[in-house]
């Protein structure tokens, strides 16, 4: 078989873990065991030195340095010195690249994915790009029907991000995502506590703050509850409003901010939990509906986006404001134990449509239609 060598391009910090950062560690891990390359080309973030950097499976990671300030305009995102787009050229020769797989394309990084495909194109190159965007973040048809230009393929997570393009390209393919982890069974029934766990970084979108309205509620409502938040500080600001609200409500024995937590330790939260409550505004897959549902636990969740389409059946779904509904969701699963086990079971059932083996032998049909120009 024809050697496929991959450069995943990234231009956020690799150093944070997220859906991205997991969605390359799966691929580059399968593509190296399949005895091809991978490489993986991202910024690296000086103030981001001491965090734990991602594993990527084996792949060997140029971390090109980002200029935060250039003459006197502050630079927040993309590689901001154009010296360091430089090196690109110099790293997919150097590295023998075949593909290059652009990952999430968005407003803030269109200039510099543009750059990173004519590149790719000028050598001869095959390049591909990912879907990880919110509609804003790709606002307008102009910047669509720029990724849609300079792709030779899009991949989307869902049908719902496929959509986003359904109007300038047909080039686009909806590829589900994966999960490889361990399934809970019945018999770990009894490690469960009165846990309402959340998953997902500090950020506004995820709309943590209807969740602390929810979880007064709750609380109010029925004793010993507790609200577990697992995910890293992407906006100091935000947590700090979120803390002086559960202050206010006097949550603070009732909800935790645990923070990023190492794999073992979010598998043992996840057995411990009872119920997933996230009340997010938008996402275009999310990766821990599926980890929740292959421990078995029901979801109470938005009715928005992409998450119907990958929950299914296995949750209660609402307005992502409606905090009153998530209550009383949690509640009801948490008092009436035949819903509980209704959708225990339908969590399990559906965790299994998902497989980072089957998203990565589809990547790699895809791959290579595109290098056979079918």
Avoid at 223 to 245: A, N, Q, S
């Amino acid at each position: 078989m024809k050697s496929i060598n991959i450069a995943f391009v990234y231009l956020a910090p690799a150093e944070i873990t997220g859906g991205i950062q997991k969605i390359i560690h799966e691929l580059s891990r399968r593509h190296l065991q399949s005895g091809f390359e991978a490489i993986v080309i991202t910024r690296q973030d000086p103030q981001l030195v001491n965090e734990r950097f991602f594993d990527f499976g084996g792949a060997k990671i140029y971390r090109l340095p980002t200029y935060k300030r250039i003459f006197g305009r502050n630079i927040s995102k993309g590689f901001a010195h154009i010296s360091c787009l430089f090196a690109i050229p110099t790293i997919l020769k150097k590295e023998n690249i075949d593909i290059v797989f652009l990952m999430d394309v968005a407003s803030s990084r269109n200039p510099y994915y543009k750059y990173v495909a004519w590149v790719g194109r000028r050598m001869g190159l095959i390049v591909m790009s990912y879907i990880g965007s919110t509609p804003a973040e790709l606002s307008t048809e102009k910047e669509k029907r720029a990724v849609a230009e300079y792709s030779d393929a899009i991949i989307a997570a869902t049908e719902y991000n496929k959509n986003i393009f359904k109007d300038c390209s047909n080039k686009v393919q909806a590829i589900p995502l994966g999960y490889d982890g361990d399934v809970m069974y019945e018999e770990l029934m009894n490690e469960k506590e009165n846990v309402v766990l959340s998953v997902g970084g500090i950020r506004r979108r995820k709309n943590y703050y209807t969740l602390v309205e929810a979880a007064k509620e709750v609380v109010n409502r029925k004793e010993g509850v507790k609200f577990y938040i697992v995910g890293g500080i992407d906006d100091p600001d935000y947590l700090t409003e979120l803390k002086k609200l559960v202050t206010k409500y006097k949550l603070e024995n009732s909800v935790f901010f645990i923070g990023r937590v190492a794999d073992e330790k979010l598998s043992e939260l996840y057995r411990k939990a009872k119920l997933f409550y996230l009340p997010s505004e938008h996402e275009m897959f999310g990766i821990v509906f599926v980890e929740a549902m292959a421990h078995g636990l029901p979801i109470v969740a938005s009715n928005v986006a992409a998450i119907p389409e990958v929950v299914g059946a296995a949750g209660m779904l609402f307005d992502p404001e409606n905090y009153i509904s998530h209550a009383n969701a949690i509640i009801n699963l948490l008092e009436d134990e035949e819903l509980y086990f209704a959708l225990h079971k339908e969590s399990l059932e559906r965790s299994k449509f998902f497989s980072w083996d089957r998203t990565y032998k589809h990547f790699m049909k895809s791959c290579n239609q595109v290098l056979k120009g079918e």
